[in-house]
């Protein structure tokens, strides 16, 4: 079955770094756009960035442009979310997902806090 497993948040000052990464399975993971998203307390989950299957195009909310960066790996099934320069604002759980969408993982918190 479907299955996505983030890993890498954690506890961060502003403007600190974080890599955050998403191991997919249970479907054909180089052919699908991939996606990650957020959801911050109290609040929406939102559409934080996407990725093409070869890497070609990426997308990005207004908000995190210039300071995230998506990638994958299509050998490990995995896609990636470098995140510099991270603002109180950044704090969530950051969920990957494909599109179309499939079910949900268990996410990654982010928190960023002095």
């Known amino acids: 079955q479907v299955q996505f497993v983030e890993s890498g948040g954690g506890l961060v000052q502003p403007g600190g770094s974080l890599r955050l990464s998403c191991a997919a399975s249970g479907f054909s993971f180089s052919s699908y756009h991939m996606r990650w998203y957020r959801q911050a307390p109290g609040k929406e989950r939102e559409l934080v960035a996407q990725i093409s299957p070869g890497s070609a195009n990426r997308n990005y909310a207004d908000s995190v442009k210039g300071r995230f960066t998506i990638s994958r790996d299509n050998v490990k099934n995995t896609v990636y979310l470098q995140m510099n320069s991270l603002k109180p604002e950044d704090t969530a759980v950051y969920y990957c997902?494909?599109?179309?969408?499939?079910?949900w993982g268990q996410g990654t918190q982010v928190i960023v806090s002095s």
């Open positions: 997902n494909a599109v179309p969408l499939k079910s």
